[in-house]
């Protein structure tokens, strides 16, 4: 069965205190993994499309990166701006109009 | 362009009574999806429609209905609201061969 994991579910970060998020996943023929973030009340706002092992792609502070087994979302020098929950989606090959969505990391950053 | 409109933001149901949420796009997407969020769930499809008079059943269909008349438009249909359906629900849309898919705000719903 596909699946998506994100880890950790929540984390507080000073400002300034670079980490990282984790997307682990199960899907038969990878077509697409996908990178949002959702600020509350508001839909998913797209981030990142990586499509092979080895891919990383950079957008200011984020920088997302792919292996065959799990993405990382590392967070640079992070500002209490970047404070949202960031989910994390595989596009299988097979039913490639399918997203599958992982539960999502709470980021706090405090100033 | 407008990108994904969802009506109401809002709704307050009573249990047993029907609704319809309105989802239109102006990117002229021919996949379209709807989503509900549970707090701590993620996202879970609900129903999607890959064009025009064509729909299918997501992971989480039961006591939803579709309909895709336009390539624009993809109502959700309530039947019978139970207060498990109180959640919040997210339409997308995507075109053929898209690498990511288009968000709408959300339409809040909680049924008592």
């Known amino acids: 069965e596909d699946q998506v994991t994100q880890s950790p579910e929540a984390l507080r970060l000073q400002e300034g205190e670079s980490s990282s998020l984790n997307c682990s996943y199960t899907v038969s023929g990878l077509r697409g993994l996908f990178w949002y973030r959702q600020d509350p009340g508001k839909g998913p706002e797209f981030l990142f499309t990586l499509y092979s092992a080895g891919e990383e792609k950079e957008k200011e502070r984020l920088k997302a990166t792919l292996t065959k087994k799990e993405s990382f979302l590392h967070i640079t020098a992070p500002k209490p701006e970047d404070s949202a929950t960031y989910l994390c989606?595989?596009?299988?090959?097979?039913?490639?109009?399918?997203?599958?969505f992982g539960t999502g990391t709470r980021l706090k950053v405090l100033a | 362009n407008a990108g994904v409109t969802q009506t109401p933001k809002f709704r307050i149901l009573k249990i047993g009574q029907s609704m319809t949420l309105q989802c239109a796009q102006d990117?002229?997407?021919?996949?379209m999806y709807w989503y509900r969020q549970d707090p701590g769930m993620g996202l879970k499809l609900i129903y999607y429609s890959v064009g025009a008079g064509i729909t299918d059943k997501g992971e989480v269909p039961n006591g939803y209905n579709v309909s895709r008349s336009t390539t624009e438009d993809f109502p959700l249909r309530l039947e019978l609201a139970a207060p498990s359906q109180t959640s919040v629900y997210f339409c997308a849309s995507t075109w053929t061969g898209g690498n990511t898919i288009y968000f709408g705000e959300g339409s809040w719903l909680t049924v008592v």
């Open positions: 990117m002229n997407h021919n996949y």
């Open positions: 989606a595989v596009q299988a090959r097979e039913g490639t109009y399918k997203y599958i």
